[in-house]
């Protein structure tokens, strides 16, 4: 059997009927069906501080949810941004800036605040081995289902795209890990949260690499 | 050159909107354009130019699955340069070859007059061999005998949407099977 252009195109032109869904829709999609998995994962290994009632009434335990979620928003809006072919590089990046720059508000805040416990106590924490294998574990049912929900985008630049949404997946996990650490120093939040993103992007990026070609 | 794009980016509006004549028309339009490209980005790489057919089509079927990505309010060349720039490019690497496509290969091309004539293309006649028989035979009737999805379906004895199924799984899983090899 042949297939010249002119016969793919005329079949292309007959296939105009099929109307793909946006990519935003079936990212959400994948999300949702994503999440019960890390949530079921959190209830069961972690779950929310005994004294969160508290605890809530603590800024910095409140602008932890902030950061991961700035993070969580920004890196959406990044991977939804880079899974069209012809955008160009700089749009996304200052997204970026909000969350870093709620955590270096807080790190001030906190230097202003008068302390109990000594910087480096406050740095290294209690939590921070928990911390570092929680929020890449339940990372990864995220990570998976946007690299699944992307590969319906076009993205020119898979590494990248990748990354981000390892960005994007390590903000929502470490919004679910804040509620159970007792940690909530930004000194604390700003390095290991900050380590377990990493790890989260570098995987997102060989994913990227390898799943979001098209 | 400007005018051209413009008329695109029309053509892909009227597309996006259900109108497949349109959208034909584009499709046809934009061809020698990619073709010239692709040959170009060949030649470049130290490649003969009777591939070039081969890219065009890869190109083609990336433009339909992914043209949800095109933003109606944005310009359509950018776009379709952009994808075409990304197939050209993994297709020269398929060959063992790396090179770095400019933007500009594509859009230099536009003003260059289209060249008649049309190399065969035989990886995605390959690929057709390998689809399930039914997806084959819409395929088959739309391609070859120039059937409509009504008369395909009357032939087969199908309804029209399951013919507009198997035509688009056909394509997309024709596009999956090109990646792959």
């Known amino acids: ?214 | 050159m400007r005018e051209r794009e413009d008329e695109w980016t029309g053509l892909m509006r009227s597309a996006m909107a259900g109108d497949g004549a349109a959208y034909h028309r584009l499709l046809k339009a934009i061809t020698p354009v990619l073709r010239a490209a692709s040959r170009r980005g060949l030649a470049r790489a130290g490649q003969p130019p009777d591939q070039a057919e081969d890219i065009v089509q890869d190109i083609l079927l990336a433009v339909h699955l992914k043209r949800h990505t095109w933003d109606v309010n944005a310009p359509f060349a950018p776009w379709l340069f952009a994808i075409a720039r990304n197939k050209l490019i993994d297709a020269l690497r398929r060959r063992g070859k790396r090179v770095f496509v400019n933007i500009d290969d594509f859009a230099e091309t536009l003003s260059e007059e289209p060249k008649g004539e049309t190399a065969s293309a035989t990886e995605v006649a390959a690929q057709l061999n390998a689809l399930p028989a039914r997806q084959r035979e819409v395929l088959q009737s739309i391609a070859v005998e120039s059937a409509s999805i009504k008369d395909t379906a009357k032939k087969f004895a199908m309804s029209e949407g399951a013919v507009r199924v198997a035509l688009h799984r056909g394509l997309a899983s024709l596009t999956a099977k090109l990646r792959e090899q």
Request: hydrophobic share 55%.
């Open chain 1, 1 to 214: 059997m042949r297939m010249d252009t002119d016969q793919l195109i005329r079949t292309l032109a007959a296939d105009n009927s099929y109307r793909p869904r946006p990519v935003g829709f079936v990212l959400a999609l994948m999300l949702l069906a994503a999440a019960p998995v890390s949530l079921l994962m959190f209830f069961s290994m972690l779950g929310v501080r005994p004294d969160v009632m508290t605890a809530m009434h603590n800024p910095l335990f409140d602008l932890k949810f902030a950061v991961t979620l700035a993070l969580a928003a920004a890196g959406i809006a990044a991977s939804l941004h880079l899974s069209r072919p012809e955008v160009p590089l700089a749009g996304f990046g200052w997204l970026f800036v909000i969350p870093a720059g709620l955590l270096a508000a807080g790190i001030a805040g906190e230097a202003m605040m008068p302390q109990r416990l000594p910087m480096m106590t406050r740095l290294v924490g209690s939590n921070s081995r928990v911390c570092m294998t929680a929020i890449p574990l339940m990372s990864l049912p995220l990570l998976a289902a946007s690299i699944l929900g992307l590969r319906h985008g076009a993205p020119t630049r898979p590494a990248l795209a990748g990354a981000v949404a390892g960005l994007m997946s390590a903000g929502l996990a470490a919004t679910f890990y804040a509620s159970h650490c007792t940690d909530d120093s930004p000194l604390f939040v700003t390095t290991w949260y900050t380590l377990a993103t990493a790890l989260v992007t570098t995987i997102g990026a060989l994913a990227g690499s390898r799943f979001l070609r098209f």
